[in-house]
Each structure stands twice: as structure tokens, then as C-alpha cells.
């Protein structure tokens, strides 16, 4: 698919659960999955994951970990029920992961909860059958930003200490039209709404924490390979923001790929020609670095 070049870096904040991206199978299909699995408590409020088992291959298995969208304030794990059997059918362990929500919880709380998700995952590993060197993650739009967090960042902080010697760093992201620079443009009213819901504070009261919450400006020689996937029409996430992310980690050396989706806005139709090329392109880069 062509890359065409986008003007200017408007950004916009999707507030949907953007999975419909990606395509589905049938109800009774899906593995066993283990619901509701606590993996951390904060302020009294459990921190739940859901745990998809790998239904090929046996011994120590890839894990997948999948981040949800919602504008980092609605969404829920259960987004992926319909998705998980398209990664566990391939030989990857899935976890979704659930994680609180603005505005209750502004950021870093999100970024927080899915590190130590990461980090629970590898600390349980030898239980779930888990190669704690080969874990990925996946996310869309507001969850794209949560993964690509993943991929830059080490671990923020260490409020548990039965976790605080576990990397919370990932092997692979997949960005599926996540925002990357939060820092980039002016804001329409909505996003800033949005983004003040999200960080607890506008721009011009606190520009740092905008900064602090883009994943680009951690980019480094250590951070993760990603491939972004993204269409050329989206209003809510721009083309640039991919294409940002992927020139800021290939100038420090790391490998980043992009399917540009021609004509397609904040999602696609799963079994439509670009949406087809996103999940063969997905399971390609998986494939790459986690399978043995």
C-alpha cells in the first residue's frame, strides 16, 4: 500500500473502542480463558486481566498482551473476547488487560497499570507457560498510545515490591493508529477536553506532563521494533503521528515498519483489502520476533 505524505500534525483523540480493525471469528471458537484474573490493586480498585491460552505449539509459549481503546477513559478488556482466538490459534498465550480510567485517573495511571501488567505476566510465567524473553503487545488507538508506551519506557514506578525486579519492557509493538506526539499541534476544543480528561491538565497549565505522555519523546536506541498501522483518512489520529514515531525510531536504530491503509479512516473493514494486509502484516512481525 502507498505511503502518502500528510500536512501538518493535527491530532485528535479517538474516543471509541477502536477494534473492529481487526478481524473476528465465531462465537465457539474462542479458547478457554481465565476472566478476571487480579494482577494488581491500586486504591482499593483490583486491576484485572483476562488470560487466553495458546491453543498450538507447546512448552514455553509467546505472550501477547492487548490494550484496549476508549480515549483512555471507557473501553474495557472484554473488547478483545472476539480477537484473541486470532493470536492464540497462532501459537501466542493472549492477555488483555484491563486498567483505570480517566477521569477518575488521569496519566500516568494507565501507563502504570499496563507496565505491571508486563511485569505480573513475567512473574507468573513459569505457571502460564510463558516465555518471559518473548512478550509482545498490541493496541488500538488510545491503546496503541498505552503499547508504544511499552515499548519505550522502562518501568515508572515500583509500588509493588513482589513486582519491582521484573522488566516491564516488551519484545514488539504493534501501534494500530495510536497517537505518539501529544505534544505536536493545536488542539480543537474536543480533543483538548479530551486530553485534559486524559492528563488532568491543559497545555498551557502543564505543557511537561504532555510531553511526559508522548511516547515519542522517549524514543531510543533500546526501544522496541514496532510496526504502526494506520489509514491515510483518519480524523481522529492522523497518518503523521505514525509516520512521526516510525522516522524518531529509525533515526535511533530500531526497526519500524507502517501499513498505510489507503482511503480509511480511524478503523477498516476486517475483511476488507487493507484490513486483510494489517492482520497478515501483524502476524508476519510477531512472527518475527517472538516465535523461536
Known sequence: ?????????????????????????????????????????????????????????????PALLLIHGGGWSGGNKGAYAGVAPLFTREGYTVISVGYRLAPRYHYPAQVDDVQRAVRWVRAHANELSIDPERIGALGHSAGGHLVQMLGVR????????????????????????????????????????????????????????????????????????????????????PLSQSVLCMEALRRAGVEAKIVVVEGAGHGWAPDSPGGVQVHQATLEFLRQHLQP
Open 154 to 237: 522502562d518501568t515508572r514506578e515500583n509500588s509493588d515490591p513482589k513486582l519491582a525486579h521484573y522488566s516491564s519492557r516488551v519484545k514488539c509493538v504493534v501501534n494500530v493508529f495510536g497517537p505518539t506526539d501529544l505534544t505536536s499541534t493545536v488542539f480543537p476544543n474536543v480533543t483538548n477536553g479530551i486530553l485534559h480528561n486524559f492528563l488532568g491538565k491543559t497545555r498551557a497549565q502543564d505543557p511537561q506532563v504532555y510531553r511526559d505522555a508522548s511516547p515519542i519523546t522517549f524514543v531510543g536506541k533500546s526501544s522496541a521494533p514496532t510496526l504502526f498501522c494506520h489509514g491515510t483518512e483518519d480524523p481522529l489520529v
Open 1 to 61: 500500500m502507498r505511503l502518502r505524505q500528510w500536512p501538518g500534525h493535527v491530532l485528535l483523540i479517538s474516543v471509541l473502542i477502536a477494534v473492529a480493525a481487526v478481524p473476528r471469528v465465531a462465537q465457539g471458537q474462542e479458547p478457554s480463558v481465565r476472566k478476571d484474573v487480579v494482577y494488581g490493586e491500586v486504591d482499593g480498585q483490583k486491576l484485572l486481566l483476562d488470560i487466553y491460552p495458546a491453543t498450538k505449539g507447546a512448552g514455553a509459549r
